[in-house]
């Protein structure tokens, strides 16, 4: 773009150059249809297209605004008239004019003459480039027609009088003159940037087009002069150069006149049309905000601020009221121009407040003289409360916010305030429930973590490994409904030949759950190898839990100790699921007798707890579980059982510890259809080799 923009003003200038030699090796010749007379009408011609072409470049490079672009219009003007002024006071020798046509009476005249014709051409070039702008503003498919056929004429009328002598006027030009005019009278009537403009650049607007209308109308008369000068200059460049630059300025003078006078007349609108133009930008910048701001004091001190500017609010506040699930109290979230005193002033009192008849009625409120309506004559006297209007913040036909503004003037508000904070109040409920959710988003992935952290701590809590023995095979298996859950095995190694197996279920499931069993664990460790026997082990872990557990909570535990050696299983129960017994000749499910731990204290627990022992022989199994087992549900809500549990264990008891597991997970898992877990599930395969 750079090259391009040096070789067109390059080639005008060196095109300029050569005209003014051709008109120098000329200056007292009457070329009238000679090669040189074309040869410098092309010249001419040419330069003028290239400067055309330059300024458009340049105009597309600099973009102005409508108000600069009348300031550049008027300063333009000015420069011209000024150069105008300091070529006619030099002391020039003028043209001689013989049969139409003029000759300069030195190379003086010749030179300003064709400097005075290349400012003129720019100052048209550049005035029409300008207007152009501001007559295709909004334009329609007939105001593009309208302004082309405007150039096209103007551009005729000059092309008419390449060929012409100087001072020499034809028919064809008049015709195209005034065809030229008319069109120029109906472009002038493209106004439509007026009424965009807001009030304080229709004032710059009104005096820039005054100023360009009378520089326009200077140039015009001085064009009109028959007297000698350097209009004549133009005359002797160029016939069709001096229609252009006087119809451009025509078109200038009509223009710009219209302009003065529309502009005029929509100052008193002004006011109005910019009110529009606040609340437009203002609806613009909070739907923005919705998506971009989710902090609720952020957002609402943008709410308040922008209300103020758009209704000219004396003062504004914006209230929130939470919903189930908010994190926030009930409060004024943002104020402006009022204290607190003043706002409880007013929302307070010995009858109905305002808040809660917007509340109840979830309509718009608007009281146009605070002092004398019933509703808020009682209201002590506050100067910035002459009148008030208060929308509510509505989602889901539940009020979550109230908006407050007030003036100091009695009947302050209108319709259009009202329809104006009606739009905002929309806008700003969206944005609280957006920010509502993101927080309770926030809070969910908090939760989360936590759940996660909780569950990763609980598998900590579980054993890694289970002990191998020679004589004993053992697996277990547990696994939360919910992310952290309140099942609970172990073991311990309480002597050389003895080893303690725990299953336990607290009630209830999550967090609370896993806490208590994380209690459990430490007491089983902690008592297992003091307490050998499983009955004075379950008295004294009772004892150790029934003050610190809540008084709605218990914790079931089974509790065995095996031999190793000889296969003696001695196990206590605590209110907790049957242990299953399967041998080759028999199946059994043995309860022992024992309340939950934590339900009772002292006596009433040890003597209702009670053991029983067993000696396992080799390919007898033991199966220690939860109630997630035996109340997993099908989809038609039949409870999985005994039955089946003791089905899948007799069926698989030639098989080893991990398979008899397996199989049995997998068949309620069947059975649940694969709809996972109501409870947590813990299972405990204890299998003699």
């Not at 902690?526 to 709605?552: G, Q, T, W, Y």
Request: glycine content about 6%; overall charge neutral; proline content about 2%.
């Amino acid at each position: 773009m750079r090259l391009k923009k040096v070789l067109l003003l390059s080639g005008a200038l060196i095109l300029s150059v050569a005209v003014f030699f051709l008109n120098a090796a000329t200056k007292n010749i009457d070329l009238e249809t000679s090669f040189l007379q074309h040869l410098r009408t092309l010249c001419t011609v040419l330069s003028f297209v290239a400067l055309t072409a330059y300024l458009q470049i340049v105009k597309r490079e600099r973009p102005r605004g409508i108000v600069q672009g009348i300031g550049s219009i008027a300063v333009v003007t000015g420069g011209f008239l000024a150069i105008y002024l300091i070529i006619s006071l030099l002391p020039l020798k003028g043209f001689e004019t013989r049969d139409l046509t003029l000759f300069p009476r030195d190379y003086q005249t010749i030179f300003f003459s064709s400097v005075f014709s290349i400012v003129a051409g720019l100052f048209a070039v550049t005035s029409l480039l300008f207007i152009k702008d501001l007559v295709l503003y909004k334009r329609k498919k007939t105001t593009f027609r309208n302004f082309v056929l405007l150039i096209i004429a103007i551009l005729t009328a000059a092309a008419s009088q390449l060929f012409s002598k100087p001072l020499q006027e034809s028919v064809a030009s008049g015709i195209f003159i005034g065809i030229a005019v008319l069109l120029i009278v109906m472009n002038s009537f493209r106004l439509a940037w007026i009424a965009y403009l807001p009030r304080k650049e229709k004032i710059y607007a009104l005096l820039y087009s005054l100023l360009s209308f009378f520089g326009f109308l200077v140039i015009l008369i001085i064009f009109s002069q028959e007297a000698g000068g350097a209009e004549k200059g133009i005359h002797y460049y160029s016939a069709a150069l001096y229609t252009f630059v006087q119809l451009t300025t025509i078109f200038g003078a009509v223009y710009f006149g219209m302009s003065f006078i529309s502009t005029l007349f929509h100052l008193p609108t002004a006011e109005a049309f910019d009110r529009k133009q606040t609340e437009i930008s203002s609806l613009h910048n909070l739907s923005r905000l919705i998506t971009q701001v989710f902090d609720l004091k952020d957002l609402a001190e943008t709410a308040t601020k922008m209300t103020t500017e758009v209704v000219q609010a004396t003062s504004v506040w914006l209230e929130i009221i939470p919903t189930e699930g908010s994190f926030h109290k009930s409060g004024v979230m943002s104020r402006r121009n009022i204290g607190q005193e003043e706002i409880d002033a007013i929302l307070t009192g010995d009858r109905l407040s305002v808040r809660s008849i917007v509340c109840e009625s979830r309509k718009v409120l608007m009281i146009d003289d605070v002092g004398s309506d019933k509703r808020t004559r009682h209201l002590p006297r506050m100067k910035k409360a002459g009148s008030l209007l208060i929308v509510p913040l509505l989602s889901h036909q539940q009020v979550i916010g109230i908006l407050y503004a007030t003036k100091e003037i009695e009947y302050g508000f209108d319709q259009d305030d009202v329809d104006i904070l009606s739009g905002f109040a929309d806008q700003v409920a969206i944005a609280i429930e957006n920010a509502r959710l993101i927080e309770r988003s926030f809070e969910k992935e908090r939760l989360q973590r936590e759940l996660m952290l909780a569950q990763e701590m609980q598998k900590r809590l579980l054993p890694q490994d289970l002990p191998v023995f020679a004589t004993v095979d053992m697996k277990a298996v547990s696994s939360p409904a919910l992310e952290v859950g309140g099942d609970y095995y172990d073991y311990v190694h309480i002597n050389d030949r003895l080893v303690g197996v725990v299953v336990g279920d607290v009630s209830g499931k999550g967090v609370g759950a896993a806490f208590y069993m994380a209690e459990v664990k430490g007491i089983f460790q902690s008592l297992a190898k003091i307490f050998p026997s499983p009955k004075e082990f379950m008295i004294n872990a009772n004892e150790a839990l029934v003050s610190s557990i809540d008084k709605r909570s218990f914790i079931s535990l089974i509790y065995a100790t095996i031999d190793t050696v000889s296969g003696e299983l001695v196990v206590a129960r605590a209110g907790h699921c049957p242990m299953l017994y399967v041998t080759e000749t028999s199946t059994e499910y043995i309860r022992p007798q024992g309340l939950g731990l934590g339900m009772k204290t002292g006596g009433i627990f040890s003597g209702t707890i009670e053991e029983k022992k067993i000696t396992m022989k080799s390919g007898d199994v033991c199966v220690f579980y939860t109630d997630g087992v035996t109340e997993s549900r099908s989809t038609e809500g039949e409870e999985f059982g005994y039955e089946r549990l003791l089905d899948v264990v007799v069926a698989n008891r030639h098989r080893g510890a991990e398979e008899i597991k397996e199989a049995i997970i997998q068949t309620v898992w069947q059975y649940t259809d694969a709809q996972g877990y109501h409870d947590d599930l813990t299972i405990f395969v204890i299998k003699w080799r």
